[in-house]
């Protein structure tokens, strides 16, 4: 059965950093694209970082220059680090992931109705 679980949120003032993790099971791991989404409270779901399974990775302007996505597929483990943190980066952030039916990944990789898994999501809180 295909699970996502993240870990990893918590709450930190602005200028901070947290790493999260997603934790990855009954997914080819090695083959599928991978990502990080967040959604505010009042607010849409929105992407925040993408890897392909070639390693090729994507940001939402917004997390450009703080966040850095990877993974570790003998782990079958995501990470985001999140490095100065702003108090708009407050969300709930979740895991998801897909396989690359298409090239979406590629093309349009922030189209969240694309991912088939997600995870349960961690909160992260930034303080100012």
């Known amino acids: 059965q295909e699970r996502l679980e993240e870990s990893g949120g918590g709450s930190v003032e602005a200028g901070g950093s947290l790493r999260l993790s997603c934790a990855a099971s009954g997914i080819y791991f090695s083959s599928v694209c991978m990502g990080w989404f967040r959604q505010a409270p009042g607010k849409e779901r929105e992407g925040v970082a993408i890897i392909a399974s070639d390693g090729a990775t994507t940001y939402a302007e917004a997390v450009k220059g703080r966040f850095a996505i990877s993974k570790d597929n003998a782990q079958n483990t995501l990470y985001l680090q999140m490095n100065n943190l702003k108090p708009e980066d407050t969300a709930m952030y979740y895991c998801?992931?897909?396989?690359?039916?298409?090239?979406?990944?590629?093309?349009?990789?922030?189209?969240?109705?694309?991912?088939?898994?997600w995870g349960q999501g961690t909160q992260v809180t930034v303080s100012s």
């Open positions: 998801a992931a897909a396989y690359n039916d298409g090239g979406f990944c590629y093309n349009a990789p922030f189209r969240s109705w694309e991912y088939t898994y």
